[in-house]
């Protein structure tokens, strides 16, 4: 999914992570984005779960 946003503007992402696979389970988020001096991007948050 895509969303713009302008400078300084503020944003929540809501991630849901449900493994299907069993026992413990890793992903990751990746965020990219453009314009920002110096550049942050990508930013990436890592996800652990347990399938069942």
């Known amino acids: 999914m895509w969303a713009n ?4 503007a503020k944003c929540t992402i809501g991630v849901t992570f449900t493994p299907s696979a069993t ?3 890793k992903g990751n988020v990746t965020v ?3 314009g920002v001096t110096p550049s942050y991007s990508p930013q990436e948050m890592s996800l652990t779960g347990t399938g069942q």
């Open 32 to 34: 990219t984005y453009s």
């Open 5 to 8: 946003l302008g400078a300084h």
């Open 23 to 25: 026992g413990s389970i």
